[in-house]
């Protein structure tokens, strides 16, 4: 059965760093596009960054480029989220999820067929 498991979130002062995990199990993490998804209280739930089955391509939203960076070991068939300049507005419950391996991955979350059961971000000092 394919799961993906997210892993490493946490509470951090602003201007600190987190990485997430997203750790998957019953399928081979390379014949998959990767999205990490965030969705705060009251809000929609957002594309933050994707990665491509290859790591070829990678897609992040505006917001985080130059501090997030989405990155993915085949090998431990993991992916993973470096959050550096964490903002209090980066607060939010963080999704991994999956589709079939393309060449340029997506941030739309109805792309995404499977889904991880998220982990908490808290910024805020």
């Known amino acids: 059965q394919l799961q993906l498991v997210e892993s490493g979130g946490g509470l951090v002062q602003p201007g600190g760093s987190l990485r997430l995990s997203c750790a998957a199990s019953?399928?081979?993490?390379?014949?998959?596009?990767i999205g990490w998804f965030r969705q705060a209280p009251g809000k929609e739930r957002e594309g933050v960054s994707c990665?491509?089955?290859?790591?070829?391509?990678?897609n992040s939203l505006d917001s985080v480029k130059g501090r997030f960076t989405i990155s993915r070991d085949n090998a431990k068939n993991t992916v993973y989220l470096q959050m550096n300049s964490l903002k209090p507005e980066d607060t939010a419950e963080y999704y991994c999820a999956a589709r079939a391996a393309t060449t340029a991955c997506v941030k739309l979350s109805r792309a995404y067929r499977n889904w991880g059961q998220g982990t908490q971000v808290t910024v805020s000092s």
């Open positions: 990665i491509s089955g290859s790591g070829g391509s990678t």
């Open positions: 019953g399928f081979t993490l390379a014949y998959y596009d």
